[in-house]
């Protein structure tokens, strides 16, 4: 396949291993993490740490959508479906993160008690509004979720449905800010004050990146010290930027790199900041599964598009559901803990049945370690 | 003055007439549906029999008697018609090869129907040709049937049950138990063509892929391989869940685990594009006209070479090998150098979000 198999030819992996198994310092350790659950799932995927020195270790980042929404908001857009009736659309992955009383939007779907909700997977945003337009009867809701790649399609559906006057679409708006999260984990005490968790650089996101651009994060390079390479998702692109991540630790330097030139510039994607900046704006706080609460981290809808906005339409106020005390996906997602120090791993906690946020998209760590790598802690 | 035809009956306008509840009702207009639309497609001796149930001869295989080997499948398929077939010869090609990875030769079908109220008897018509064209290819009749019909909104066009019976004779034993390490794991073909085939014409989800479903009655392949007498331990056909879920199946029954290769698992480059973009696996993608061969060693390239040899079985390729391992996992040692579990699938497979 053009364009891809490129990207995955073994023998430039192995040579590229051989070059960080040269080039790392004898009696040194490197901790990467790579903040993309995109990333955790190449890496797991293809097995990648198999071909990395025992001495260079990747820490999983918090940047899975899934992974970091927190109970309280899956809990809203249920309570849309179950006692609203309204027809309730999100992306794949969503339909299946625990929430409140063992529900998830996947059984509220098949039913509790006797109500069930009419709970549709869809692929886009043109696929929810579309839905609206055939169901002019009933109140349809997004419920977005994501960083900044799948913040532009939310903003364009809401421009999209003001256009045509839709007035049956809003929008429960979760879209999530990288550059927040990076900072958070930054000034966490564990990285901060503690180092308990070894932070060496960044293996900065590669299709958030195509939208924001490699510029905001030239500010944790120079700020924290820290260098960051932006790298694309196939498996030989995580392995160029470990490369790029060890020269730079070697050589003092602090500096963003772009490893995944072929699709992400300095400024990124301006169009699509655009129609994100005219109809979103800041909240002041936003929960986070595993980082808690994060000033100024995510989107809400502009008051220009109040109308769109189904937690004003509706009326729905967040509140805060703390997770199992056992699980451990908060420590996970912040890189202070790994998947198999958890208790709940792999016993009560399976993809079957997640218990934790982590456990439920491929890009999740737990996931992507349970369905591809638990071999490792068995032999 | 008009004069009553005796026994004149209208016949069924199956290009602009619909399933109502009369067809299931036990009357006149049940009668004619099924003897103009059904029967006439699909009769035989047996069928035409017109009992309740058909009288067949005692199973032989070869003139000696041989043991019954029975399997029964539920077609629920959406869409009913889709690039490379339909869930008319999908329902036979997936019964008939039930019965026959278990090295038996299947001999007859029973089919039941569950119509839904406003069907159009055109697209009925459509469906139950297919599935007389394919029963005819693989040489399987269909000698027995039933036919529902439930009201608008209760079923989602058609249902199809085919039920299969053969005959399996003395001294072929397969099995998902009987696995061993240093057997060959081999696949007749490429993987995840139908699963495509079918996501690609789905109402929310279109796309433009040169793709057919890869459905097909795999008796004749199966047959062939049987009679190189090489020394074959299981024979099973990856459809729901894909190679993935078959290969773990059976090492769960077996007690053993498994090593695949990854460069050797062949995949069309349009179905790796399709599942590329769409974020998914196509080792989970189903099939319905591939199977997996599992056989000792030493017999492999012998049953390799018999299997490219037939129509169906051209692409088939040595994927990997059974090993030893209390785990039971399936294993995949990647293009890339590499290695990682292929696991069961936990629920459908999801689109990734980002």
């Given at each position: 396949?053009?364009?891809?198999?490129?990207?995955?030819?073994?023998?430039?992996?192995?040579?590229?291993?051989?070059?960080?198994?040269?080039?790392?310092?004898?009696?040194?350790?490197?901790?990467?993490?790579?903040?993309?659950?995109?990333?955790?799932?190449?890496?797991?995927?293809?097995?990648?740490?198999?071909?990395?020195?025992?001495?260079?270790?990747?820490?999983?980042?918090?940047?899975?959508?899934?992974?970091?929404?927190?109970?309280?908001?899956?809990?809203?857009?249920?309570?849309?479906?179950?006692?609203?009736?309204?027809?309730?659309?999100?992306?794949?992955?969503?339909?299946?993160?625990?929430?409140?009383?063992?529900?998830?939007?996947?059984?509220?779907?098949?039913?509790?008690?006797?109500?069930?909700?009419?709970?549709?997977?869809?692929?886009?945003?043109?696929?929810?509004?579309?839905?609206?337009?055939?169901?002019?009867?009933?109140?349809?809701?997004?419920?977005?979720?994501?960083?900044?790649?799948?913040?532009?399609?939310?903003?364009?559906?809401?421009?999209?449905?003001?256009?045509?006057?839709?007035?049956?679409?809003?929008?429960?708006?979760?879209?999530?800010?990288?550059?927040?999260?990076?900072?958070?984990?930054?000034?966490?005490?564990?990285?901060?004050?503690?180092?308990?968790?070894?932070?060496?650089?960044?293996?900065?996101?590669?299709?958030?990146?195509?939208?924001?651009?490699?510029?905001?994060?030239?500010?944790?390079?120079?700020?924290?010290?820290?260098?960051?390479?932006?790298?694309?998702?196939?498996?030989?692109?995580?392995?160029?930027?470990?490369?790029?991540?060890?020269?730079?630790?070697?050589?003092?330097?602090?500096?963003?790199?772009?490893?995944?030139?072929?699709?992400?510039?300095?400024?990124?994607?301006?169009?699509?900041?655009?129609?994100?900046?005219?109809?979103?704006?800041?909240?002041?706080?936003?929960?986070?599964?595993?980082?808690?609460?994060?000033?100024?981290?995510?989107?809400?809808?502009?008051?220009?598009?109040?109308?769109?906005?189904?937690?004003?339409?509706?009326?729905?106020?967040?509140?805060?559901?703390?997770?199992?005390?056992?699980?451990?996906?908060?420590?996970?997602?912040?890189?202070?803990?790994?998947?198999?120090?958890?208790?709940?791993?792999?016993?009560?906690?399976?993809?079957?049945?997640?218990?934790?946020?982590?456990?439920?998209?491929?890009?999740?760590?737990?996931?992507?370690?349970?369905?591809?790598?638990?071999?490792?802690?068995?032999? | 003055?008009?004069?009553?035809?005796?026994?004149?009956?209208?016949?069924?306008?199956?290009?602009?007439?619909?399933?109502?509840?009369?067809?299931?009702?036990?009357?006149?207009?049940?009668?004619?549906?099924?003897?103009?639309?059904?029967?006439?497609?699909?009769?035989?001796?047996?069928?035409?029999?017109?009992?309740?149930?058909?009288?067949?001869?005692?199973?032989?295989?070869?003139?000696?008697?041989?043991?019954?080997?029975?399997?029964?499948?539920?077609?629920?398929?959406?869409?009913?018609?889709?690039?490379?077939?339909?869930?008319?010869?999908?329902?036979?090609?997936?019964t008939v090869?039930?019965v026959a990875?278990?090295?038996a030769t299947p001999l007859y079908l029973?089919?039941?129907?569950?119509?839904?109220?406003?069907?159009?008897?055109?697209?009925?018509?459509?469906?139950?040709?297919?599935?007389?064209?394919?029963?005819?290819?693989a040489?399987v009749?269909?000698?027995?049937?039933?036919?529902?019909?439930?009201?608008?909104?209760?079923?989602?066009?058609?249902?199809?049950?085919?039920?299969g019976v053969g005959?399996?004779?003395?001294?072929?034993?397969?099995?998902?138990?009987?696995?061993?390490?240093?057997?060959?794991?081999?696949?007749?073909?490429?993987?995840?063509?139908?699963?495509?085939?079918?996501?690609?014409?789905?109402?929310?989800?279109?796309?433009?892929?040169?793709?057919?479903?890869?459905?097909?009655?795999?008796n004749?392949?199966?047959?062939?391989?049987?009679?190189?007498?090489?020394?074959?331990?299981?024979?099973?056909?990856?459809?729901?869940?894909?190679?993935?879920?078959?290969?773990?199946?059976?090492?769960?029954?077996?007690?053993?685990?498994?090593?695949?290769?990854?460069?050797?698992?062949?995949?069309?480059?349009?179905?790796?594009?399709?599942?590329?973009?769409?974020?998914?696996?196509?080792?989970?993608?189903?099939?319905?006209?591939?199977?997996?061969?599992?056989?000792?060693?030493?017999?492999?390239?012998?049953?390799?070479?018999?299997?490219?040899?037939?129509?169906?079985?051209?692409?088939?390729?040595?994927?990997?090998?059974?090993?030893?391992?209390?785990?039971?996992?399936?294993?995949?040692?990647?293009?890339?150098?590499?290695?990682?579990?292929?696991?069961?699938?936990?629920?459908?497979?999801?689109?990734?979000?980002?």
């Amino acid at each position: 396949m053009k364009y891809i198999d490129e990207f995955r030819d073994g023998e430039l992996a192995k040579n590229l291993a051989l070059s960080i198994c040269a080039e790392v310092q004898p009696g040194r350790n490197y901790s990467f993490m790579e903040f993309c659950g995109g990333h955790t799932h190449a890496i797991s995927r293809y097995g990648l740490s198999d071909l990395l020195p025992p001495t260079v270790r990747m820490v999983h980042g918090p940047g899975c959508p899934v992974c970091v929404l927190p109970i309280g908001r899956v809990d809203m857009a249920i309570n849309l479906a179950l006692d609203h009736g309204v027809i309730l659309c999100t992306y794949g992955d969503t339909l299946r993160i625990p929430a409140s009383g063992g529900l998830s939007l996947m059984k509220a779907k098949a039913g509790v008690g006797d109500k069930s909700g009419d709970i549709r997977m869809v692929y886009s945003t043109i696929d929810a509004l579309q839905i609206a337009r055939d169901n002019p009867a009933r109140e349809v809701v997004f419920f977005a979720i994501g960083f900044e790649t799948t913040t532009p399609p939310t903003a364009v559906a809401i421009q999209q449905a003001d256009a045509e006057g839709l007035k049956n679409f809003s929008v429960i708006c979760c879209h999530v800010l990288t550059p927040s999260a990076i900072s958070n984990i930054l000034e966490s005490p564990e990285v901060r004050q503690w180092g308990t968790v070894p932070l060496d650089g960044f293996i900065g996101p590669a299709h958030v990146s195509t939208v924001i651009g490699s510029r905001p994060y030239e500010f944790f390079a120079e700020e924290y010290r820290k260098p960051v390479v932006i790298a694309g998702f196939e498996p030989l692109d995580v392995m160029q930027a470990i490369l790029m991540l060890v020269r730079q630790v070697n050589e003092g330097r602090a500096e963003v790199e772009n490893e995944f030139a072929r699709a992400v510039s300095r400024d990124g994607n301006v169009k699509a900041q655009d129609r994100v900046a005219e109809v979103f704006e800041l909240r002041r706080e936003f929960e986070w599964r595993g980082l808690s609460v994060v000033p100024y981290s995510a989107l809400k809808i502009r008051q220009r598009y109040a109308a769109f906005d189904a937690e004003k339409r509706f009326n729905i106020e967040y509140r805060s559901v703390p997770d199992n005390k056992a699980c451990e996906c908060g420590a996970i997602l912040r890189g202070v803990k790994k998947p198999q120090d958890c208790k709940l791993f792999g016993t009560v906690c399976t993809p079957e049945n997640p218990i934790g946020s982590c456990m439920v998209s491929s890009e999740g760590a737990c996931a992507a370690h349970y369905s591809y790598g638990r071999y490792k802690d068995m032999h | 003055m008009s004069e009553v035809k005796r026994g004149y009956v209208r016949p069924l306008d199956v290009k602009h007439g619909r399933v109502d509840m009369t067809h299931g009702s036990g009357g006149r207009s049940m009668v004619q549906l099924i003897s103009e639309l059904f029967a006439k497609h699909l009769g035989n001796e047996y069928l035409g029999q017109g009992n309740d149930g058909a009288v067949l001869p005692a199973p032989t295989f070869q003139g000696r008697p041989g043991r019954i080997v029975m399997s029964t499948d539920c077609h629920v398929v959406s869409p009913l018609f889709f690039p490379g077939g339909d869930i008319g010869c999908l329902s036979v090609h997936g019964t008939v090869n039930d019965v026959a990875v278990m090295g038996a030769t299947p001999l007859y079908l029973a089919a039941g129907f569950i119509l839904e109220e406003g069907f159009p008897l055109a697209d009925l018509a459509r469906i139950v040709e297919s599935m007389a064209h394919a029963a005819r290819e693989a040489g399987v009749p269909v000698v027995t049937g039933d036919t529902k019909v439930v009201e608008r909104g209760k079923g989602d066009g058609v249902f199809i049950t085919t039920t299969g019976v053969g005959v399996l004779p003395d001294g072929i034993e397969l099995g998902g138990s009987r696995a061993r390490p240093g057997d060959a794991i081999i696949i007749s073909g490429s993987l995840g063509d139908h699963g495509v085939a079918i996501m690609s014409k789905r109402e929310n989800l279109s796309f433009d892929a040169p793709i057919e479903s890869d459905t097909a009655a795999l008796n004749g392949l199966i047959a062939a391989m049987l009679a190189t007498g090489a020394d074959l331990h299981c024979l099973r056909d990856p459809t729901r869940g894909g190679l993935a879920a078959t290969l773990n199946e059976i090492a769960g029954q077996s007690g053993v685990g498994m090593m695949l290769h990854e460069k050797a698992i062949p995949v069309k480059q349009v179905v790796a594009a399709a599942c590329e973009f769409l974020g998914l696996d196509p080792l989970y993608v189903a099939n319905e006209g591939k199977l997996i061969a599992i056989c000792a060693s030493a017999d492999a390239e012998r049953l390799l070479a018999t299997m490219r040899a037939h129509p169906l079985g051209r692409e088939a390729a040595l994927i990997g090998e059974v090993i030893a391992d209390d785990h039971h996992f399936v294993q995949l040692t990647t293009s890339f150098g590499g290695r990682r579990i292929v696991d069961w699938l936990a629920g459908d497979q999801l689109p990734r979000i980002c």
